[in-house]
């Protein structure tokens, strides 16, 4: 049983990590103004735009003079969930 809940942590923590560097491309392409047409822009629009618009509503004040803070609040929150993870199987209580 504790293999298995260890395989399962393991891999949430694979998808945390992959939403993160998914997370970090579309902030980068976002600064080259791509075509919007395009399946791999719309595909990682799809994927971050429901987090970056959650974020913008419940914390506006991540958009500082038009610059927009949210794919940074969500890396810190995904690391936080996946430490928080880690260490919850490693020491159970």
Avoid: C, E
């Amino acid at each position: 049983m504790n293999a298995l809940i260890f395989a399962i942590a393991q891999l949430i923590h694979s998808v945390i990590n992959l939403y993160i560097w998914v997370v970090i491309i579309a902030s980068v392409i976002s600064f080259v103004n791509p075509d919007p047409r395009n399946p791999i822009v719309d595909l990682l629009n799809r994927l971050t735009q429901p987090a970056f618009i959650f974020v913008r509503r419940k914390m506006p004040f991540v958009v500082i003079s038009g610059i927009d803070l949210s794919p940074i609040v969500i890396i810190f929150g995904l690391q936080f969930i996946d430490t928080l993870l880690k260490y919850s199987i490693i020491t159970p209580i």
